[in-house]
């Protein structure tokens, strides 16, 4: 039997999907026990604040031990939270298509940290989607945002600027993580496309936010943000 390794308070195991499906309906493990998960009527929300609780855990496990790791658990995960979705309703049908949200966002970045771009673009497009079922138009600029670090790394400009341009709009009521990010991917656009000027106004612009907006909390900030130092978010380099 493999081992678990520990990271926070996640616990990453080796699991086929087989063997996930036969027991993902009598429940899971949380601290040493199992605790129900769903019926043909309803999901515990004990379950689906678990879920949203190992997120944070999944990018330090990442950090410590790599995306090739980390991925097979998340998408065990993921496949819950598909189960899920086919029976959850009212709030907490809600509360899990964020958190589903979330999840398709730390997938797109698990495979863009890995180099598998062809795959972060099929999870940026389902976190996209999944943002526009939420109804929350922070999460859809976010998950433009996520959209656009990986036409970065794709190395095209305009796909790039094509993403912020649509993540920018209308930024007065944009929370501040995300435009500066979208800020950052839009200064590596031009940066791409060899315009120089259109880089240093991009990395120096001022904010257009009001000041309510600049102040985010943990419930206003939008969930499955990759860390601050992914491999799109630092200072382009400058331009000839």
């Known amino acids: 039997m493999n081992p678990g390794r520990f990271i926070g308070e996640v616990v990453i195991v080796a699991i086929d999907r087989r063997t996930f499906l036969a027991g993902s309906g009598a ?7 199992v605790m129900p998960l769903a019926s043909y009527q309803r999901v515990a929300p004990e379950a689906i604040e678990h879920l949203a609780g190992q997120l944070d855990g999944y990018y330090r496990a ?4 790599g995306p090739h ?5 998340v998408l065990v995960q993921q ?10 309703n009212g709030s907490a049908r809600h509360a899990l298509l964020r958190t589903s949200v979330a999840y398709a966002g730390l997938t797109t970045w698990l495979y863009q940290d890995a180099g ?7 999870w940026a497009n389902q ?10 138009t922070q999460l859809v600029r976010h998950a433009l945002t996520n959209k ?3 036409c970065t790394d794709q190395q095209d400009g305009p796909g790039t600027l094509d993403l912020t341009s649509a993540a920018l709009a209308d930024e007065n009521g944009l929370c501040a993580k ?13 940066a791409l496309i060899g315009n120089r000027r259109g880089t240093d106004y991009a990395w120096t612009r001022p904010p257009r936010c009001s000041p309510g907006s600049m102040t985010t909390t943990r419930g206003s900030t939008p969930a499955g943000a990759p860390p601050a130092t992914s491999k799109s978010s630092g200072q382009p380099a400058t331009t000839g």
Do not use: K, N
């Not at 429940?27 to 026990?33: A, I, P, Y």
């Not at 990442?62 to 031990?65: I, P, Y």
């Not at 995300?178 to 031009?190: D, E, K, L, N």
């Open 79 to 88: 496949e819950l939270i598909r189960q899920f979705l086919r029976v959850a």
């Open 69 to 73: 790791t980390v991925i097979p658990s």
């Open 148 to 150: 656009a670090m990986i």
């Open 27 to 33: 429940g899971f493990l949380v601290g040493g026990s």
């Open 127 to 136: 976190a996209l989607e999944l943002a526009h079922r939420v109804g929350d």
């Open 178 to 190: 995300v435009r500066v990010q979208a800020m950052q991917q839009t200064a590596h656009g031009y």
């Open 62 to 65: 990442d950090a410590a031990l």
């Open 116 to 122: 598998d771009l062809a795959t972060a673009s099929h």
